[in-house]
């Protein structure tokens, strides 16, 4: 399909009044919120060992002060406020904050070193930092020269010095002294705020070069919530678990859409706490990146096969016989009596358990960032888990792309949500075009008009879309690369097939531009190996020995020929190569997001892999 147009298909009960006649500002939204249902449940976050939970109207409340603060330190329309935070209620607050104060939010992951906190502070503009704790403060204490139109730093739990950096509480405080004194202050300046105002600035993560602020406009968050509200898969008795970076476009949007529907959220960012947490809150939904469903799976999996007998035959068995009724339901088509009726009986021995495990009700998951692997999420649709995979990009504003749960392809990234556009170019690359997408990127007028080199914009990714409208993204076209031979390998494709075939898998980096065969880097998960070295004689071992050993080559080498039947010839793995270290964020092998920086590592392991063609 070239050169093709699509707009949104498969939606039959399309409420398209909701993306026409939607507010002007994510302000306006917020407050049309709180109006509507001013005593529901916003946000639940743990304070200690307990769960609490805030209102609608409690959560403006606290907003308007804020909002009120940031003008008391001399904010105006469309001035940048920085947020360094991990995710917690406190950055939804912010964040809140500074819509109503009709200012737009800059945001800044705080593992990013302090040099490149100087560069998005000074480059964005930002007036005003919010910084977590004293680590993110001392960042911008050491890099303070380089920032000189900061006017005030506000720190959530860090020390405040009575100087250039205040106490959350103490601008707070200093909102609630001034809407006292001036009481329409707040809706006066969200009144201000129209669509085309600048809301956010979110600086794209770099896997190669400086990152580009993307300008995302009042009403490209606007334009999110209404179209997935649109389309009726999310309404007000849900609840959400986000745990999701929210400096990241993923995460906010998702603070977006409950403005919209009204559902309550819980909001936890402490990573090693999601499978806990979600059992015991017990979410409909969640968002997350496809390395969570990889590890889930894998841990699954992995325990039960280790259990052996009798129980593990009886969990393949009904993985099986759901995997059966999963392909029928992706068809349209319903099982046969004797299918249905093992299935109920899979259901109540096996699969009921493992949805248990997260919560018992779970509608879907919503995968995105990344390429979920097939067989993953095959997987998880068999245990009744639905993973709904979705596409977008920084300058799309997250949510261009979703399937339904009335509408879903394992392996595809679903239909357009309602008035986003798309076309596949003569080569492949997804060009974009809707009011999702950026105004453009900040002060970086070549960028921009190289992105938007004919009004579409052009995604970079290489994909296709099939006879019932899906689109299936098969690579980065930057990342594609020509063996010596001329053949081309899409590598994350490859890699994404890897994490689902091996179940100690943590990264697979698949290298071979203009070399005569294919290799690649792997790299194997602490926790998944911390079991298999126990069971191979290892236990209590160093993680690098563990994972270097002769046992765990053979073993790798192994799921490496499995990936190699699943390839053409051309693509297989010839050689490879076990890193005694896992690839992280902190030392910049990942980007916060997760992803991987391609260019980043092969330049680090250069010398390791010239060893493979020498």
Known sequence: MSNTTLSAVGDEQVDRSLIEQRVPSVGHLFRRRVELTPHTEAFRFADGDRWVSMTWR?????????????????????????????????????????????????????????????????????????????????????????????????????????????????????????????????DARIDATGPDGLATLIYTSGTTGRPKGVRLLHSAWTYEGAAVDAIRILNDQDLQYLWLPLSHVFGKVLLVLPLQIGFATVIDGRVDKIVENVGVVRPTFMGAAPRIFEKAYARITGTVRSEGGIKARLFDWAVGVGGQVSDLRQEGRTPSPLLAAQHALADRLVLAKIRQRFGGRIKFFISGSAPLNRDVARW??????????????????????????????????????????????????????????????????????????????????????????????????????????????????????????????????????????????????????????????MAGKPYAEVVTSDAARQMVQGYIDELNDNLNRWETIKKFIVLDRDLTVEDGDLTPSMKLRRRVVTHKYQPDLDTLYS
Request: proline fraction near 4%; charge should be negative; charged fraction near 25%.
């Open 58 to 186: 409690q959560v403006a409340d606290r907003a308007y002060h804020l909002a009120a603060g940031l003008v008391e330190l001399g904010i105006e329309p469309e001035q940048r406020v920085a947020l360094a935070s991990g995710t917690r209620l406190e950055w939804a607050l912010v964040d809140l904050a500074v819509m109503c104060a009709g200012a737009a939010t800059t945001t800044i992951y705080p593992s990013t070193l302090a040099e490149d906190v100087a560069y998005i502070v000074a480059d964005s503009g930002s007036r005003v930092v919010v910084a977590e704790d004293d680590a993110q403060v001392a960042k911008l204490r050491e890099q303070r020269v380089k920032v000189p139109d900061v006017v005030a730093v506000v720190t959530i739990d860090g020390t405040p010095d009575g100087d250039w950096v205040l106490s959350l509480d103490q601008v707070e405080e200093r909102g609630r002294k001034r809407l006292q004194r001036e009481a329409g202050l707040v």
């Open 380 to 537: 998880f649709d068999a245990v009744g888990l639905l993973i709904l995979e979705g596409y977008g990009l920084t300058e799309t504003s997250a949510a261009s792309f979703v399937n339904r749960p009335g509408g879903y392809a394992i392996g595809s990234v679903g239909w357009p949500v309602p008035g986003t556009e798309v076309r596949v170019a003569e080569d492949g690359e997804i060009l974009l075009r809707g009011p999702g997408v950026m105004a453009g990127y900040h002060d970086n007028p070549e960028a921009t008009a190289e992105a938007f080199s004919d009004g579409w914009f052009h995604t970079g990714d290489v994909g296709e879309v099939d006879e019932r409208g899906f689109l299936r993204i098969t690579d980065r076209k930057k990342d594609l690369f020509k063996t010596s031979g001329g053949k081309y390998v899409a590598p994350s494709a490859i890699e994404a097939m890897f994490k689902g075939i091996c179940p100690y898998a943590s990264q697979l980096v698949v290298y071979g531009d203009g070399r005569n065969f294919v290799s690649a880097l792997v790299t194997l998960d602490p926790e998944a190996m911390a079991g298999w070295a126990a069971e191979h004689g």
